[in-house]
C-alpha cells in the first residue's frame, strides 16, 4: 500500500468518477483505477461500485475512506514537521479564504501580519484559494470551511472551532441551545461564499432534507449580513470569533453537531521548490492555534 494510491482513492470518492479524479490528482484514468484495484486486492474488500455513470463507495469504501484520510493528513503533517528549519524565507504568494480573518484566533492573525513583508497576500473563496494552490498560482493557502477534504494538494489541519447561526434575537432558533441541520430547512440562508463548496456537510444535510437553495444569499462581509438580517431577516452563519459578542439585537447559536464545526487548513505541495519557507509559514500558523 502507498501514499499515492490513498491519494487516488480519496480523489475518486471526493468525485465518484474514475475520470474525474484523474484530472484532480493530474495522472491518467488508468492510474486511478489501477491504485484502486491495487488497495481492494491488498485488503480483500471491494471499494467501489458502478450506479449508472457514478463510481460509488460500497460499505468497506466508506470506513476506509476515513481511516485513509487520517492517514494522508498525518503523512503530510510529517512532512511540514521536519521541514529545514535552517532554510532561508522567500517570499510566499498565499491565498486566504474569503471569512478567514473573521474565524482565525488573534495570535494568527498577528502571526500572518508579522510576516507580511514575505507574503503576497490574495483572498478569495475558499474553493479559488483549493484551486490556486493545486494550478500552482499560490504556493500555499489558508482556509476556513466546515469539514471536507482536499485531495489534490497536501493538507495540514491546523485547528477547529465551533460554527453559529446568526439570527435576529426575536427569532424562534435563538432561543435554542444548539441548531441541527433540521432546524434550517425553510431558513433564508446568509453565506460567505457559494454553498457547494465551504459548506459542503452542511448542505449535504440540507439536500437530503429538501432545502431549497434559491434561499441561500452570498453576502460578502458580516457587516452587510448584519444588515441584511436586520432589513429582511434570515440566518447567517458566522464563527465563534464573531458570536462571542453579536451586535445588539442579535444572537448567535452554535450547531449541535461536530461535523458543522470550522476547520482551518493550510494547503500546500510538498513538491514545490519552495517547500522549506512553505513548512516554516505552516509550522507558524499550526502554533498560533
Not at 201 to 222: E, W
Not at 251 to 259: E, K, L, M, Q, T
Request: with cysteine; charged share 20%; net charge negative.
Amino acid at each position: 500500500m502507498e501514499i499515492h494510491q490513498l491519494r487516488h482513492m480519496l480523489a475518486a470518492a471526493e468525485h465518484s468518477s474514475y475520470a474525474q479524479a484523474a484530472k484532480r490528482c493530474f495522472t491518467s484514468r488508468q492510474n486511478i483505477a489501477h491504485s484502486i484495484k491495487a488497495l481492494e486486492s491488498e485488503l480483500g474488500i471491494v471499494l467501489f461500485e458502478r450506479r449508472g455513470n457514478e463510481m460509488v463507495l460500497t460499505p468497506a469504501g466508506r470506513q476506509l475512506v476515513g481511516e485513509a484520510g487520517e492517514i494522508v493528513a498525518k503523512v503530510d503533517g510529517l512532512h511540514v514537521a521536519f521541514a529545514n528549519p535552517d532554510a532561508p524565507d522567500e517570499v510566499l504568494n498565499l491565498a486566504v479564504s474569503t471569512n478567514l480573518f473573521a474565524g482565525i484566533p488573534p495570535s494568527t492573525d498577528e502571526f500572518i501580519a508579522q510576516h507580511a513583508d514575505r507574503l503576497r497576500i490574495a483572498e478569495m473563496s475558499c474553493e479559488d484559494c483549493y484551486q490556486s494552490v493545486c494550478s500552482g498560482r499560490s504556493d500555499v493557502a489558508v482556509v476556513m470551511c466546515m469539514g471536507r477534504r482536499f485531495p489534490d494538494c497536501d493538507v495540514l489541519e491546523v485547528g477547529e472551532s465551533a460554527s453559529f447561526a446568526l439570527m435576529c434575537s426575536s427569532s424562534p432558533l435563538g432561543r435554542k441551545a444548539g441548531l441541527s441541520a433540521a432546524d434550517l430547512k425553510d431558513q433564508k440562508l446568509l453565506l460567505m461564499s457559494e454553498p457547494a463548496f465551504q459548506y459542503e456537510p452542511l448542505f449535504a444535510q440540507l439536500d437530503a432534507l429538501g432545502f431549497d437553495r434559491a434561499n441561500v444569499s452570498v453576502i460578502p462581509s458580516t457587516s452587510s449580513m448584519i444588515h441584511v438580517v436586520k432589513r429582511r431577516g434570515g440566518t447567517g452563519i458566522v464563527s465563534d470569533k464573531f458570536s462571542a459578542a453579536p451586535p445588539a439585537g442579535f444572537c448567535a447559536v452554535p450547531f449541535s453537531d461536530p461535523r458543522l464545526n470550522w476547520r482551518f487548513y493550510v494547503l500546500f505541495h510538498k513538491n514545490s521548490g519552495s517547500f522549506s519557507s512553505i513548512a516554516k509559514f505552516a509550522q507558524g500558523i499550526q502554533g498560533t492555534f
